[in-house]
Structure formats: C-alpha cells, structure tokens
C-alpha cells in the first residue's frame, strides 16, 4: 500500500510560480510511475504530468507544456511539479497519483494509476 501526501498549494497571482510536492510511504517508490492531474470547480478531473519510474521519460498535457515540470527525488520518496507563469485557467485541486508499472503506457488515463493522494489547492488570481 502507497500513501501519497501534497502539499505546495495556495494562492498565486497570475504569471508567478509555485511548486507542489508529493511525499510517498513505502519502500517501492522509486519503482512506480507518477503523475499529477488537477480538477477545476465544475469540471472533470485531468492529466496534467507524468514520470517514469527513473525520471528519464515525462509527459505534459498540451495546456501546461512549456510552463510546468515534473521531476522526482527516489531518495527522498517525493515528486514534484513546478508550475512557471500559472495562468488563472490553472486553478485547481492538483492531485498525485502513483502506477505500479515503471513506465505507464497511457499516462493520461487515470485507471493506469493504482494510488491516489487527497489533493492540494492552487488558485491563481488574475
């Protein structure tokens, strides 16, 4: 079992910069697959970034390409997402999410991820 912890959420004036961080328990960590995906008020819950297990493949979603990274740290159990330039549009609950495979084939698709962390707010004001 994989518990997954966010913190790095508030408030942030459009064009500033944040940076969330995901904690995880247990000994598999630097074996799984990460991803970070976001729900906006009234709307459904969607990919945002994803890791492989080495931190050697990433992937973005279009809207946030550019602008934000995710990377991990296997030795501290932790992935992070640094979010450049946020743009009101990026206001959300961002949530970590955690796939046993090393390498998720679709990692867009939130039945590839096995754990899934409570979330963390980012509002970002224009």
């Known amino acids: 079992q994989v518990q997954l912890v966010e913190s790095g959420g508030g408030l942030v004036q459009a064009g500033g910069s944040l940076r969330l961080s995901c904690a995880a328990s247990?000994?598999?960590?630097?074996?799984?697959?990460m991803g970070w995906f976001r729900q906006a008020p009234g709307k459904e819950r969607e990919f945002v970034a994803a890791?492989?297990?080495?931190?050697?493949?990433?992937y973005y979603a279009d809207s946030v390409k550019g602008r934000f990274t995710i990377s991990r740290d296997n030795a501290k159990n932790t992935v992070y997402l640094q979010m450049n330039n946020v743009k009101p549009e990026d206001t959300a609950v961002y949530s970590c999410?955690?796939?046993?495979?090393?390498?998720?084939?679709?990692?867009?698709?939130?039945?590839?991820?096995?754990?899934w962390g409570q979330g963390t707010q980012v509002t970002v004001s224009s």
């Open positions: 999410a955690a796939s046993r495979a090393n390498t998720v084939g679709l990692p867009g698709i939130q039945s590839m991820y096995d754990y």
């Open positions: 890791i492989n297990w080495r931190g050697s493949t990433t």
């Open positions: 247990g000994r598999t960590f630097s074996s799984y697959s």
